[in-house]
């Protein structure tokens, strides 16, 4: 008998970490040296975490041999509410923080607990893939609004109303962006929260970039600004904090809590159904969120984290045929092959031409849902030297690189 997997995973993909990904791995076990810009992975470039959140952990760990709260901790969800009080985030108490492994399992939670077969979720083009593989896990269809590459990568307000139907439950904004890097304006945030309101639908804030910003751009808390549209944010440690591999984020639900009473009953079900978030990793929370925050060093004018922004994308740009818009945040270039230029019709096996040949692993755009073969994503977090040897290494391959 051969068993084959559910149905349930068609059409379910996450090109992060995908087929492409097998390749990079035998190139490694053959004994190659493959520079890996497919993930942000903060530790691998280099980026330690803040000490004080070791230690932390270090000096919890006698208390963490059991099970918690199925929300998590009272000090690190205490913290989570006085952060976003401090954002301006009115009536958030402890009870509507739920910590998790990490803001994948949140998302994974917190869509399960509203789609049914059938529903639809209106999700960015492009988008982080995960919000869009959950969606249709969950029996759902994932709506792909336009983020608009010749206007910074803003979302289109037009676009998104023409795409709200009778079965539109929620819509994901993920702010500052990944892939592109974008960060959202004020009066476009609000333009969203105005659809949110007048069609009823609930709102995915996924902020998880929220601190790593350039260029003086600022962020603005979506659930800080309507207390009248129910609004889940999701953020965490991994990237700000440089300790993706602790897992530890957080959810919190905001708005007229009161009109959603039978959906938080079936987020916290599922909440305790995984028992609890990774316990030792809940104790970094209150450490990171209350200490130093070191990201602000890495984020200004001559910080490692802008300084390799700057040389990602320039020397992106100096590549004939290649365009990228500046990221304002995140740790990503989103960058445009020119079809006139470098005629691709199958990026999936761009990235994988590029990888055999110069042992350089990024991602396809269509991996993140763009429609189109012709963007990729570049990971902007080795050292600026080693960066543009890289792109100097991808403009060398695309010289001479044909597909038709």
């Keep these: 008998m051969e068993f084959r997997q559910s149905s349930k995973l068609n059409d379910v993909c996450y090109e992060i970490r995908g087929p492409v990904v097998d390749q990079a791995n035998a190139l490694e076990e053959a004994g190659h040296s493959v520079l890996r810009l497919n993930t942000g992975n903060p530790a691998t470039f280099g980026f330690d975490a803040p000490e004080e959140i070791l230690q932390d952990i270090i000096r919890n760990l006698p208390r963490a041999h059991g099970y918690s709260d199925s929300r998590g901790i009272l000090p690190a969800r205490r913290a989570v509410v006085q952060y976003y009080q401090q954002r301006g985030v009115d009536g958030v108490t402890v009870n509507d923080v739920y910590l998790g492994n990490g803001v994948s399992e949140l998302i994974q939670m917190a869509v399960t607990a509203l789609v049914d077969d059938g529903d639809e979720v209106l999700v960015p083009m492009p988008d982080y893939p995960l919000w869009t593989a959950v969606v249709r896990l969950a029996g759902g269809k994932a709506v792909h609004y336009l983020c608009d590459e010749g206007a910074d990568w803003f979302p289109d307000l037009d676009d998104i109303a023409a795409k709200i139907t009778a079965r539109t439950k ?9 892939p592109t890097g974008a960060v959202y304006p004020k009066e476009l945030l609000e333009g969203i929260l105005d659809l949110a309101r007048r069609h009823q639908l609930m709102v995915l804030a996924d902020e998880i970039y929220d601190k790593i910003l350039y260029d003086d751009v600022e962020h603005h808390c979506l659930a800080a600004l309507a207390d009248d549209v129910l609004t889940l944010t999701f953020n965490g440690l991994s990237k700000s904090y440089r300790v993706a591999g602790f897992r530890s984020g957080w959810l919190v639900v905001s708005g007229p809590k009161q009109h959603a009473s039978d959906y938080l009953e079936g987020l916290t079900m599922l909440s305790g159904m995984r028992l609890c978030p990774n316990v030792p990793a809940q ?37 004939p045929g290649v365009s990228c818009v ?29 990888l055999l040949r110069e042992k350089i692993h990024v991602v396809q755009g269509t991996g993140f849902n763009w429609p189109r073969p012709d963007h990729f994503r570049f990971v902007t977090l080795p050292r600026a030297d080693d960066l543009e040897t890289a792109i100097n290494r991808i403009g060398r391959f695309l010289a001479t690189y044909r597909q038709v």
Excluded: C, M, T
Aim: aromatic share 6%; proline share 5%.
């Design 170 to 178: 929620a819509i994901v904004v993920i702010n500052p962006n990944n």
């Design 283 to 319: 104790y970094a929370v209150q450490a990171a969120l209350g200490g130093h925050q070191s990201i602000n060093d890495l984020v200004l004018p001559g910080g490692r984290l802008a300084e390799q922004r700057d040389v990602a994308y320039r020397a992106l740009n100096e590549i």
């Design 326 to 354: 500046k990221p304002k945040g995140a740790l990503y270039a989103f960058a445009r092959l020119d079809p006139a230029v470098h005629r691709i019709v199958d990026d999936e096996r761009f990235v994988l031409d590029l």
